[in-house]
């Protein structure tokens, strides 16, 4: 069994970042720079926004956190997104959910300008990622794929089972993992005997919020398994998967903590020096 060691990888996407931010800021003067916005006291929310500040700082990226109180309305939020649509140092724009009930996150997603929008949950980017034209793509699903990659673990012709259908999660994993030529399955809470379907996987994603559902009877022997929960219990961090049980059957899984999660802070600002590389006009190579 192959422990997919999530700070690992992390660490070496982020040497590439540092790398890509030097040589912008050397050959055009530029440097990138991300526009956090949280809403309200959402503990586990403030973590998040926590660690993403303390990443762009460790890789030469500009930082802004934009705190901004429960109470806040729907066109308050709007006004301070137009604001960082215009600013020229901006590049990315990412607004912290959940946003508290009283606002319409769709409308407030939908005004983040597709070019700065480093979640990738604009429905410009969310069709282009449909269509197969991968620009600014969510993070977590993302640096999943990456994680494959690095690891050497090819998906032409694999079956691959995503269980969970969500717009952060869900969604895009399926869509990337088709656009790298696996054969897609989605599996939900009305998937009937899902555990049958799993068992079909070569290469199985866990992205449900239900802490230890991925049980070994679920699993192929051999197959990838790849934890994206990230579970609150008894004030511990656990995953969609049982890891302890399915770690014997699986060929690779991830832990949680230290497997996807490290993943997606690093993806967030490869999306912020490709949104920069974008506005600017410069080729990703660059
Ligand atoms: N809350 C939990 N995951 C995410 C994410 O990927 N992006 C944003 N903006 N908020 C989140």
């Known amino acids: 069994m192959q422990l997919l060691d999530g700070n690992k990888i992390a660490a070496t996407i982020k040497q590439g970042i540092v790398d890509g931010v030097n040589a912008l800021r050397e050959e055009h003067g530029i440097t990138p720079g991300l526009a956090v916005i949280i809403v309200g006291e959402d503990p586990a929310s403030k973590v998040y926004v926590g660690r993403k500040h303390k990443a762009c700082e460790e890789t030469g990226v500009y930082s802004e956190v934009i705190k901004l109180p429960a109470e806040t309305t729907e066109e308050e939020l709007l006004s301070t997104l137009d604001c960082l649509n215009q600013n020229d140092k901006i590049n990315g724009i990412l607004v912290q959910l959940p946003l508290p009930k ?169 999306n912020t020096l490709k949104a920069t590389k974008l506005q600017l006009g410069l080729p990703e190579s660059c």
Do not use: W, Y
């Open 102 to 270: 009283h606002i319409n996150t769709e409308r407030i997603l939908d005004q983040i300008r597709p070019d700065k929008d480093v979640d990738g949950f604009h429905p410009l980017n969310v069709g282009n990622l449909g269509i197969g034209r991968e620009g600014l793509v969510p993070c977590t699903p993302n640096g999943v794929i990456k994680m494959l990659e690095i690891s050497g673990i090819s998906l032409e012709g694999k079956r691959a089972v995503v269980i969970g259908r969500s717009n952060i999660v869900g969604k895009p994993m399926a869509n990337l993992l088709l656009s790298r030529n696996a054969t897609v399955n989605i599996c939900h809470s009305r998937t009937k005997d899902l555990a049958a379907v799993c068992r079909e996987a070569d290469i199985l994603v866990a992205a449900i919020g239900k802490p230890n559902f991925v049980t070994p009877d679920m699993v192929k022997p051999g197959a990838i398994v790849i934890d994206v929960g990230i579970n609150r219990v008894d004030n511990k961090l656990v995953g969609d998967v049982d890891f302890g049980s399915v770690k014997e059957v699986a060929g690779a899984i991830t832990p949680v903590p230290g497997g996807v999660g490290p993943l997606t802070i690093v993806m967030l600002l490869f």
